[in-house]
Structures are given as structure tokens and as C-alpha cells.
């Protein structure tokens, strides 16, 4: 389903996990930081609604979207406890091809960062066609992808708990 025809933040539909138990780390890029920050307050925000302590939740930011691989890495090495990673960024097409190098990296990434550490590692990225794309999905009229990931990472944690 399109962004267009579902809000990111509209999950009153259904149950989302309690997140009392979980510890969680969120890796933002610095890049285009106005639309980042949004992305990261509204996952921060979401996680500590849903239970989720402040102490629990562990926050590193980074140069880029390309950077969020190693992050993410990086984090599941050195907390072993921790029960999902959240990588936030947004990637705005720019003149050249560098947006499609960004963005299939991250992707496949954080991917294979994921079956490495057999943790979820939560794709959290913008990768829009302009500025108002970006704006309208970090908290504007479509939601905040923030939100998306954070409840993402909550219902992947009880999952892998619980199974
Ligand atoms: N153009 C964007 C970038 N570019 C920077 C890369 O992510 C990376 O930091 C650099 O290539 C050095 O490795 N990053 C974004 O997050 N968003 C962009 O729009
Ligand atoms: C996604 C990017 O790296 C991009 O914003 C950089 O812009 P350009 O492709 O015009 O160099």
C-alpha cells in the first residue's frame, strides 16, 4: 500500500507490543538533520509510550545514510543485549546516480546485518524524490516513519521473544 493511502503513525488498529522489557538502539544520520531529528523524536517518543525505559533505549548518530550499515553493526557487537536496532536517514535524489549507491546499500546492509546478529534491524529510511516528500513523511500529512519504525522494532522484539 502506498504512503499515500495509509498514515505512518496510525497504528491505533492494532496491538502493539509493551516494550518494558526491551532495549533498543536507534542509529540517525546527520544528513539532512531538519527531517532526521523529526524521524528520530517520533521513534524515540513512540518507544518510550510504549513502555520501552528511557535507560533501555541507546542513541549514536552518524555521518550518513551509508554510514547506518556499520552502525548498526557496530551496536549489536558491543551491546549484546540489546533486542532491535532502528536506522533512521533520509536520502533526497540529487543530480547523480549517488542516491541509488546510498540507498540499495543501506538496504541491503542492514539486511544482512540483521541474519548476522539474528536481531532486527529496522529500515527506517526516507529515500524520496524531493524536500516536501521528505517533509510530509517526518511527521506532515502522511505521518512519521519515525513512529513506523519504532512500532516495527517493538513488534519484531516480542517476536523474536516469543517464539
Ligand atoms: N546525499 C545524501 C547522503 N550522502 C552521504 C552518504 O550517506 C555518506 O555519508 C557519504 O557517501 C560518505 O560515506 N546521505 C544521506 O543520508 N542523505 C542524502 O541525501
Ligand atoms: C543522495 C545524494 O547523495 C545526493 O543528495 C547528492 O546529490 P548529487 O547526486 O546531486 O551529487
Redesign the pocket.
Known amino acids: 500500500m502506498a504512503t499515500q493511502l495509509k498514515n505512518l503513525s496510525d497504528f491505533s488498529h492494532t496491538t502493539i507490543p509493551n516494550g518494558s522489557a526491551f532495549k533498543i538502539a536507534i542509529a540517525v544520520?546527520?544528513?539532512?538533520a531538519e527531517i532526521?531529528g523529526s524521524l528520530y523524536n517520533g521513534a524515540l517518543q513512540t518507544l518510550l509510550n510504549n513502555g520501552v525505559l528511557a535507560e533501555n533505549i541507546v542513541s549514536i548518530a552518524?555521518?550518513?545514510?551509508?554510514?547506518?550499515t556499520s552502525a548498526a553493526d557496530i551496536l549489536l557487537q558491543k551491546h549484546k543485549d540489546l533486542d532491535a536496532v532502528i536506522c533512521l536517514?533520509?536520502?533526497?535524489?540529487?543530480e547523480t546516480r549517488?542516491?541509488d549507491f546510498?540507498c540499495d546499500a543501506?538496504a541491503h546492509g542492514i539486511t544482512q546485518v540483521s541474519v548476522k546478529y539474528s536481531k532486527p534491524v529496522i529500515f527506517g529510511?526516507l529515500t524520496t524524490n524531493d524536500q516536501q516528500q521528505a517533509i510530509d513523511r517526518a511527521g506532515g500529512k502522511h505521518g512519521n516513519k519515525g513512529d513506523e519504525a519504532a512500532i516495527t522494532a517493538l513488534k519484531m522484539a516480542e517476536l523474536v521473544a516469543t517464539i
Not at 544520520?29 to 539532512?32: I, K, Q, V
Not at 552518524?62 to 547506518?68: I, K, R
Not at 536517514?89 to 540529487?94: F, S
Open positions: 544520520a546527520e544528513w539532512n532526521t552518524v555521518p550518513g545514510t551509508f554510514e547506518l536517514g533520509c536520502v533526497i535524489q540529487g549517488h542516491f546510498i543501506v529510511v
